[in-house]
Antibody, heavy 127, light 110 residues
């Protein structure tokens, strides 16, 4: 059974840092790209960051570029999100999700859909 | 990249059909057959319901179907059931931001 379990959330002051982890089990993490998606309280889903299976390709949403860093350790079956210079607007539940890519005659698209999601970890940025 | 546009809410009675629209641009929905839909119950993680515009993952009821025309994708739920009451999100590959979600639609089963 595929399982994704996030941890590391909590209360942090504006300008502070936090590192989220996502423990994967039930599948070979090394074979899949992964992503982080967040959801502010009472709001919709927002894609945050993507990392390919071998870490060679990384993308960030403009809202977190330069402040967040995605990484993974396939040997430890783990995905990470280092969040620096946190702002109140970063307050959200952060989900890790497994990503499938898509090929067609025009090329390769790194994000096709998110097939498995963790239960999320809440990050609250407040003084 | 702006979020895709979904109606804030839709409603229907048990047994009826409803359709949720998701409008994007020629840089996302209109350009790629990479549209997915997610169901989210309160306090729960999103669940994949549709991928690649029309495909249903194993285990998803065939009451859920989807389509795309131009810059607009649509999710249809037929034979509404109480358990379908949830938030629904569309998502598309996008030129500039790789992935963009819709704002979400709250489905109420009357």
């Amino acid at each position: 059974e595929v399982q994704l379990v996030e941890s590391g959330g909590g209360l942090v002051q504006p300008g502070g840092s936090l590192r989220l982890s996502c423990a994967a089990s039930g599948f070979a993490l090394t074979s899949y790209s992964m992503t982080w998606v967040r959801q502010a309280p009472g709001k919709g889903l927002e894609w945050v960051s993507y990392i390919s299976s071998g870490s060679s390709t990384i993308y960030y949403a403009d809202s977190v570029k330069g402040r967040f860093t995605i990484s993974r350790d396939n040997a430890k079956n783990s995905l990470y999100l280092q969040m620096n210079s946190l702002r109140a607007e970063d307050t959200a539940v952060y989900y890790c999700a497994r990503v499938l890519g898509y090929y067609d005659s025009s090329g390769y698209y790194p994000i096709d859909y998110f097939d498995y999601w963790g239960q999320g970890t809440l990050v609250t940025v407040s003084s | 990249q702006s979020a895709l546009t979904q109606p804030a809410s839709v409603s229907g009675s048990p047994g009826q059909s409803i359709t949720i629209s998701c409008t994007g641009t020629s840089s996302d929905i209109g350009a790629y057959n990479v549209v997915s839909w997610y169901q989210q119950h309160p306090g729960k993680a999103p669940k994949l319901m549709i991928y690649e515009v029309t495909k249903r993952p194993s285990g998803v009821s065939d009451r859920f179907s989807a389509s795309k025309s131009g810059n607009t994708a649509s999710l249809t739920i037929s034979g509404l059931q109480a358990e379908d009451e949830a938030d629904y999100y569309c998502c598309s590959y996008a030129d500039s931001s790789i992935s963009v979600f819709g704002g979400g639609t709250k489905l109420t089963v009357l």
